[in-house]
């Protein structure tokens, strides 16, 4: 019973707290409205930039975003700090929505923003943020008033003002100018998003640099390979690209000329160069000629060509024989030898430099050769040198004659001895001749050297004056007689009676000249001597005989003073101040066979590596006005010069820089110098003027010194 009535009670008591429990429940339910949600927004917000959301909750709330979808690119804005979820008390409110600054230009994003309010949740905004349509501006160089691309002296090209027309303009590259060395085009790329090269045409060389960011501007310098140049007119697509969008992409016209039928010739055709009766060939590029065995350079720059067939060919260069007005094609020229070098590398461009080396023919003759240079479309068809031969065998064939650029010619010996420079000796009025008893004049000096008939060669040497200085290449075989040791008894001088008629103390004597060699110690220049005759005297003869070592005679000559009709050397140009007064800030005096002495010292004291004394006497020897130059103010006054009449100006060593010129026309030039920068090796320049283009004998040198 107590059992039952416990259990009574304790139902009794758990009814009552439930009764109480519904009690309050329904109290909080009248205290809690509902929950009063703003409408639904849509709001765009730029890149960058923010919204703001206002709410009036009437009760505790929350307002999130979902943080997968935000990423990087939306969060709620809680005071200054990035949030995905803010919370807050009844009343009003504003929700402050952050966008990033990043751009893209293919995605449309947007964030649903979400309120929760008890146990119930809305979305309450949508924020959007556009995609940014993208610019691409490709600037085009501009070209000065002479057509060419040039930098400022920071190095930068100017450009157009707007941007090029990707449908009509075209990126023209120009075949380079002399002095350029590849076709260039430059371009500036100003774009909102970040890019790279796409692609190119073969022909234009790697882009550096080939990418952008959003908002920088890129100059590229664009060029064109030489090792892929096309060899026709070819127009194609330089295209960019969005870096992470590969199939955004801005495409421009390019262009670039066909090579096939570009290429140069280092030389005119028409030339003629002639190499002396040993091989040499006489080199007057420096201003004073020097003879050696390695002939004329020249250059040639030509396309290598593929052909239908697959074979490669470029130009190709021939020495052909000639025997007076017909060819030998069995044969080339034994007294020539053609070296070559390429310098391009794998370029399609070909350029070679060849060089030509003569030596004497080994029958003592004459000969004459010619150069033809052939463009790859013939050189192709040619297997032998009889192909070159039309349907005589002794002609060259007509197709071919207009590619003969030279003709060489090589001097005939006249015995043992030779003369190197024979032009120099006939502008000077010198003669240097086999003797013939043919000849009255000849046949009296033959008796009284060799009344016997012994003496193989006779030669008759006459100078015009004391600067003449005639220089005698021999065999080889006769070496051992000019050594120091042996010339003294291998050369004897007799009186004009000839044999039996020594003279004790001879106004004539023999100079070895040393042989020039390679770094090899291969001789680049014949053995060879000149004979000195003293000072000028009228009616002054005497006879130099020659024994080999066994004192057997081998040859005399016959050296005498004659008239002559050549001028003074260096008296045919005249440079003077054109202000001929009194001047303490410059000197020009004219270099002399008696001043050159003096003149020499000076030089010498400035550059002691060149032996000017021989420099001016080779000069002067070869008919060239000289004359001395020098400053002794940065700023002289009244330096104009007026000079005799030329056609060609120049200033040397090439590449001189403290050294210029300015034509101030009427015969009146302006030469200006400066210092020459610490380390520079010419310390004496010169200005040559050409009465006649090329014509080195004739030229005036004006040897300029800034002593200041």
Known sequence: MKRYLLNLFMAALAGAGLAMSACSDEKTEEKVPAPNFPAKVTLPVETGESCTISIDPNQDWSVSIDRTEAGEWFWIDDDGMPAYTVRGKAGKHEIVIRVSDKEENDTDRSIDVS????????????????????????????????????????????????????????????????GQSSMRYPIKIVANFQWRLDSKPDWIAELSPSQGKAGETVEILLSADPTAYPLDDDEQQLVFCDYENTNEKFAYKTSIPGCRDKGSVSIDKGAAYTFNAAGEYGNSASGSTTWTYRGPSFSIEAPEITFEDGTRCGS??????????????????????????????????????????????????????????????????????????????????????????????????????????????????????????????????????????????????????????IELTYDEFYESCFTSENLPKCVKAFTREGIGHPMSDSW????????????????????????????????????????????????????????????????????????????????????????????????????SGTNWKDQFSEGLGMGQSLYALVYYSANPQNTTLTVSAYTQIMTMPWGIEWLQYTERGDGQIDITMTKPEEGDTNKIGRVVLYPEVGNVSSSCYIYCIPEF
């Open 115 to 178: 309120m929760t309010m008890g146990s119930q949740t809305q979305v309450i905004a949508t924020v959007t943020r556009g995609k940014v349509e993208r610019t691409f501006g490709l600037y085009l160089g501009k070209k000065d008033e002479n057509g060419y691309f040039t930098p400022d002296s920071d190095g930068k090209f100017p450009y157009e003002e707007t941007a090029a027309d990707a449908a009509n303009d075209v990126i023209a590259l120009e075949w380079p100018d002399v």
């Open 508 to 607: 004539a004597s023999v100079k070895q000249i040393e042989s020039l060699t390679d770094n090899d110690g291969k001789r680049i220049t014949a053995p060879s001597f000149r004979i000195d005759m003293g000072s000028e005297e009228s009616d002054r003869s005497c006879f130099l005989v020659f024994y080999d070592t066994t004192d057997q005679p081998y040859a005399a000559i016959y050296c005498e003073y004659g008239s002559g009709s050549g001028e003074q050397p260096g008296s045919g140009f005249e440079v003077k101040f054109t202000n001929s007064g009194q001047n303490d800030t410059a000197m020009l005096q004219q270099i002399t066979m008696d001043s050159m002495d003096g003149i020499a010292d000076y030089f010498s004291s400035i550059d």
């Open 316 to 469: 190709k260069v021939y020495l052909l024989t000639k025997n007076g007005n017909y060819y030998n094609f069995y044969q080339s020229p034994a007294w020539l030898t053609l070296s070559s070098e390429v310098t391009s590398g794998s370029n399609v461009m070909v350029e070679t430099n060849y060089t030509l080396t003569g030596q004497a023919d080994t029958r003592g003759r004459a000969q004459t050769a010619e150069l033809l240079i052939l463009p790859a479309e013939l050189a192709r068809q040619i297997d032998e040198l009889t192909d070159l031969g039309d349907e005589t065998g002794m002609q060259l064939k007509e197709e071919y004659r207009e590619y003969v650029y030279a003709t060489l010619s090589l001097d005939a010996q006249t015995g043992i001895f030779s003369a190197r420079d024979l032009v120099s000796i006939e502008k000077n009025g010198d003669t240097f001749r086999t003797m013939e008893y043919s000849n009255p004049e000849d046949q009296t000096a033959m008796d009284a050297i060799d009344p016997d008939g012994t003496i193989p060669d006779l030669y008759r040497m006459t100078y015009t004056s004391a600067y003449s200085k």
